[in-house]
T-cell receptor, first 116, second 110 residues
Framework: DVKVTQSSRYLVKRTGEKVFLECVQD?????MFWYRQDPGLGLRLIYF???????EKGDIPEGYSVSREKKERFSLILESASTNQTSMYLC???????????????FGPGTRLTVL | KNQVEQSPQSLIILEGKNCTLQ??????????LRWYKQDTGRGPVSLTIMTFSENTKSNGRYTATLDADTKQSSLHITASQLSDSASYICVVTGFQKLVFGTGTRLLVSP
């Protein structure tokens, strides 16, 4: 079974703090993704990566950065957390291919981040 | 504009009953459509995937249909169980993009 794990299920941070969210997958997937999920808005893509050290902006990258130093690990960084970044953060991974988005994405359990 | 709209927003049914969830999309070009189930506090899990040429696909008590002409899909749940209580998300793959619906929240009541 594909397993995508995220470092924390719940996280509480203060405004201005630097926040690291970690994601690890064990299926040797090429692609990894970070989403945030807010009520009534559905999942929105923040960043994705199709290879080690490669990263692409998604639909809402402002206020976030990412790091992919190893194939199995994809980190989301909030440089200076703000209250509007309070959300559920979901990591996903998928096999590579001609189209980044055609293959099934496997999701982690999510990290519920609260910024006070 | 690429959009995926789901209805109803929420639904309560009695255990053992059937239900149908709807998904309308305007994503173009169309590559495939997936239904995901998301339990509370968990990440989404794929139930079915359908391509342009497929009209129906089943996964146990879940049956998805696709009408590519009208750009509509439905997810039918047969003989519902308490464990079916979850959010169901319709996701359409377009050109280098996934478009997510906002989901239908289903509650199966004993």
């Amino acid at each position: 079974d594909v397993k995508v794990t995220q470092s924390s299920r719940y996280l509480v941070k203060r405004t201005g703090e630097k926040v690291f969210l970690e994601c690890v997958q064990d299926m040797d997937h090429e692609n990894m993704f970070w989403y945030r999920q807010d009520p009534g808005l559905g999942l929105r893509l923040i960043y994705f990566s199709y290879d080690v050290k490669m990263k692409e902006k998604g639909d809402i990258p402002e206020g976030y950065s990412v790091s992919r130093e190893k194939k199995e690990r994809f980190s989301l960084i909030l440089e200076s957390a703000s209250t509007n970044q309070t959300s559920m953060y979901l990591c996903a991974s998928s096999f590579g291919g001609l189209s980044l988005f055609n293959n099934e994405q496997f999701f982690g359990p999510g990290t519920r981040l609260t910024v006070l | 504009k690429n959009q995926v709209e789901q209805s109803p927003q929420s639904l309560i049914i009695l255990e053992g009953k059937n239900c149908t969830l709807q998904c309308n999309y305007t994503v173009s070009p169309f590559s495939n459509l997936r239904w995901y189930k998301q339990d509370t506090g968990r990440g989404p899990v794929s139930l079915t995937i359908m391509t342009f040429s497929e009209n129906t696909k089943s996964n146990g008590r879940y049956t998805a249909t696709l009408d590519a002409d009208t750009k509509q899909s439905s997810l039918h749940i047969t003989a519902s169980q308490l464990s079916d209580s979850a959010s169901y998300i319709c996701v359409v793959t377009g050109f280098q993009k996934l478009v997510f619906g906002t989901g239908t929240r289903l509650l199966v009541s004993p």
